[in-house]
């Protein structure tokens, strides 16, 4: 008889953290389990980014409920600190965030918009440790 597998959706299920959850010096660290694609509407174009669950090192409450794993990564702010990511030699990451990475994203506040009718953008500090 061959191996049997077995999933359940709950087993994958865990909350993005969208800009409501982010304030001023708040912190998640956790280790990339999953990366995947998503998309975005932001006014009327169809925008396309990477996303990654964390297993967290610490659990947090996100809607009320309390979760060891989330989803980030869709919020511009944290693109950008990828998109800069570099070691302590001044070596860009390149390839971008990998399967096992230890991830702590920091919220560094809000750059308010320039533009009427659009959202302010949060900045984020990235650090990235490589097993």
């Known amino acids: 008889m061959g191996k049997r597998f077995a999933g359940r959706t709950v087993d994958a299920d865990a909350p993005f953290l969208g800009a409501e959850f982010w304030?001023?010096?708040?912190?998640?660290?956790?280790?990339?389990?999953?990366?995947?694609?998503?998309?975005?509407?932001?006014?009327g174009?169809?925008?396309?980014?990477?996303?990654?669950v964390l297993l967290l090192s610490e659990a947090i409450e996100v809607d009320g409920e309390e979760w060891d794993r989330v989803s980030v990564g869709n919020l511009a702010g944290i693109k950008m600190a990828i998109d800069t990511a570099k070691d302590e030699n001044g070596k860009p990451l390149g390839g971008g965030i990998l399967l096992k990475d230890i991830v702590t994203l920091t919220c560094e506040g809000r750059k308010k918009a320039k533009k009427?009718?659009?959202?302010?953008?949060l900045n984020f500090k990235l650090e990235i440790e490589r097993p």
């Not at 174009?45 to 990654?52: E, H, N, S, Y």
């Open 23 to 43: 304030t001023d010096g708040k912190a998640v660290t956790g280790i990339v389990s999953k990366i995947f694609d998503t998309e975005v509407e932001r006014k």
């Open 45 to 52: 174009v169809l925008v396309k980014a990477k996303a990654m």
């Open 116 to 121: 009427e009718g659009y959202s302010d953008r």
